[in-house]
């Protein structure tokens, strides 16, 4: 399905001024997702049903499941009444951990954490980003600016989050949006993952606040700064230390708090510059 069909105009009385007045607007749809691996369901999630290509590819690597898109064999669409299926199929040896990921998920709803059995699955050790980048403090408020307009199922709906992926030389290259906070990012993934796009120069920007597994998805991502126009948890922080990435927040046009790693970061010059 494409993104402009992930909203549907419905009909409401709009009371305004004490006066009743029928009218319509356009409404987020959200559907059931189910993810399959090798016939198997693994998952059913709640999302837009948009870019489910990139959702499939995006989940299985941030989940942990794969590493690379190549490791997927194949994917496919089934919609039916009920919902959207993406079906997926993996190598057998990378079968064994769909099995062993089954009962810990990171994002399937709004807690971000259903089906965790223990704290230390809960609170895993998370991935190290390695990234010698240097950012522009001024290029980084010109991203978050520049990516306001961009969300265009929000700004039909009110009614979605934006996960984007901005690099200082070409700015805001990739965009996608959902539902839930958790999948927008997965979409982000599996569109960056597929085309393969250099990530370590880069950073990922949410509409969203950040929680522990936003965290833990971009450092799967391999993205060594994560930008919110929200605030961030306090075990959101201490994971993006751990992880070596530069944890900015409450991102607005005229600044914004940086949490983690503020060495990255180069508060003189326009450019990206050279470790």
Aim: glycine share 10%.
């Amino acid at each position: 399905m494409a993104t402009d069909s992930a909203c549907d105009e419905m009909t409401r009385l709009a009371w305004s001024g004490g006066v009743p007045t029928p009218s319509s607007r356009l409404v987020a749809q959200e559907a059931a997702i189910a993810l399959t691996y090798n016939g198997s369901t693994f998952a059913v999630m709640m999302a837009s049903p948009s870019d489910l290509r990139d959702f499939g590819i995006g989940f299985t690597i941030t989940e942990g499941i794969a590493e690379r898109a190549e490791e997927l064999r194949g994917i496919d669409l089934i919609e039916s009444d009920l919902g959207v299926e993406i079906r997926m199929w993996l190598d057998e040896e990378r079968i064994g951990s769909v099995h062993a990921r089954r009962r810990a998920i990171m994002g399937p709803v709004g807690c971000g954490l259903c089906g965790i059995e223990s704290l230390e699955q809960a609170c895993p050790v998370p991935l190290q980003v390695a990234s010698e980048a240097r950012y522009c403090a001024h290029g980084l408020r010109g991203a978050v600016r520049e990516l306001a307009p961009l969300p265009r199922l929000n700004h039909k709906t009110r009614a979605v989050h934006a996960a984007a992926f901005f690099h200082p030389s070409t700015g805001v290259g990739w965009i996608r949006e959902d539902v839930g906070r958790h999948n927008a990012l997965d979409k982000l993934a599996g569109a960056l993952m597929q085309k393969d796009v250099p990530r370590g120069g880069g950073a990922v920007l949410l509409t969203s606040r950040v929680s522990v597994e936003m965290v833990q998805k971009t450092a799967r991502i391999g993205v060594p700064v994560l930008i919110a126009v929200s605030a961030p948890t306090t075990l959101a922080i201490r994971t993006a230390h751990q992880a070596g990435i530069t944890l900015i927040a409450v991102a607005r046009d005229d600044g914004y708090e940086i949490f983690t790693h503020p060495d990255r970061l180069v508060f003189l010059g326009s450019d990206l510059v050279a470790a």
